[in-house]
């Protein structure tokens, strides 16, 4: 109770700062359980690292999207823990785990650096660099945005007795198809790490940029935000082929469809979360489409938020303290700021909606 207080004073006073410049926050919005601390600049895009030891230490890992900005850790209280600052601008952050790196097994957040024309990789929990300062992607594209990296997202595939980990990064601007790059991440025995390019793939609208991207990894399809266009399906295998398998949100949100997160309820149900950021709501849409066919995906619900013009999110359905113990959303908001709010609120109202198209 006394986090929503401080975040009810904390909303007043940046919409009497910045009245009429920001969408409005419903009367009926959920409000975040936590507010974090303040980052410096601009807060863009989190991502959910579970502690596989004592879920409750689990961290948030946001990016604070500047030139000057960095990457910031926070524990599930929204206080910050870790920080690598000074970056060129970095913008979007996924994580992955057991990656093999020299003779260890080590978790990694991999954080998009859009002006230095790369991303970084960063061992996990302690933020430490491991990239000899950044991994060059879009090598060779020369026109205007095209080689900015802004969006990413990983994928773990098992290979043999090994695993491989896959970024598929999204950027500012490029062509109608070929938008998206997926790199295998790759490490010799001394630590040196490579990204070896597997393919180009994604439609691209023209209509604005492809930022928010988001893996489903035991299903193994990727989505991507085509703003004001719609949300667009993949498979996450580069093997498996570039076949657009479903193209929806088209219509649903106010104008920007952003962040995208996988709520899983188990391996293969769940929902598909995309922050409708000019409405300051979430869109829901079941993860396992509609029966007889995996690639429907129509609407389920639309749920006001407090968070301010959500650029990214991400959740997890695992319990990982008392608070959150069925899972926790976490929300980009403006005022340089993520919310953390209790997964029970939202599927509470989701189950609302559900009752009423019942009756």
Request: contains cysteine; proline residues 4%.
């Amino acid at each position: 109770m006394k986090y929503r207080f401080l975040y009810s004073l904390a909303v007043l006073g940046l919409l009497s700062s910045c009245k009429d410049k920001l969408a409005p926050i419903a009367p009926d919005a959920i409000q975040p359980t936590i507010v974090t601390e303040q980052t410096v600049f601009d807060t863009d895009d989190p991502a959910i690292w579970i502690n596989p030891i004592d879920q409750s230490k689990s961290l948030i890992i946001g990016t604070d999207k500047e030139d000057g900005g960095g990457v910031y850790a926070y524990d599930l209280q929204g206080k910050i823990v870790h920080k690598f600052i000074d970056m060129a601008r970095p913008n979007n952050v996924d994580i992955a785990y057991g990656f093999l790196y020299k003779d260890m097994v080590i978790d990694i957040a991999v954080v998009t650096e859009r002006n230095a024309n790369a991303i970084r990789i960063f061992k996990l929990p302690e933020l430490t660099p491991i990239d000899q300062g950044g991994l060059k992607v879009f090598e060779g594209e020369v026109e205007d945005g095209y080689n900015e990296p802004m969006g990413i997202a990983l994928y773990e595939k098992k290979e043999d007795d090994n695993k491989q980990i896959y970024a598929i990064v999204g950027r500012k601007s490029g062509p109608s198809n070929e938008y998206l790059w997926q790199y295998a991440l790759q490490a010799n025995k001394e630590g040196q790490i490579n990204l070896v390019l597997k393919r180009k793939f994604g439609v691209y609208s023209g209509k604005k940029e492809i930022e928010a991207i988001a893996v489903d990894q035991e299903l193994g399809y990727v989505y991507y935000s085509d703003e004001t266009a719609g949300l667009r399906k993949y498979y996450a295998d580069p093997e498996k082929g570039n076949e657009e398998l479903a193209f929806f949100v088209k219509g649903d949100a106010k104008r920007d469809h952003e962040g995208i997160a996988i709520y899983k309820k188990d391996a293969n149900s769940g929902y598909i979360i995309v922050s409708d950021q000019q409405d300051n709501s979430i869109l829901i849409y079941p993860r396992e489409g509609e029966q007889g066919n995996p690639h429907e995906h129509r609407l389920i619900a639309k749920i006001p938020v407090s968070a301010i013009e959500c650029d990214g999110l991400e959740v997890t359905s695992l319990g990982v303290s008392n608070i959150f113990n069925q899972g926790m959303l976490v929300m980009m908001s403006n005022g340089k700021v993520f919310h953390y709010y209790d997964w029970k609120d939202i599927q509470e109202r989701i189950n609302k909606v559900s009752k009423k198209e019942t009756n």
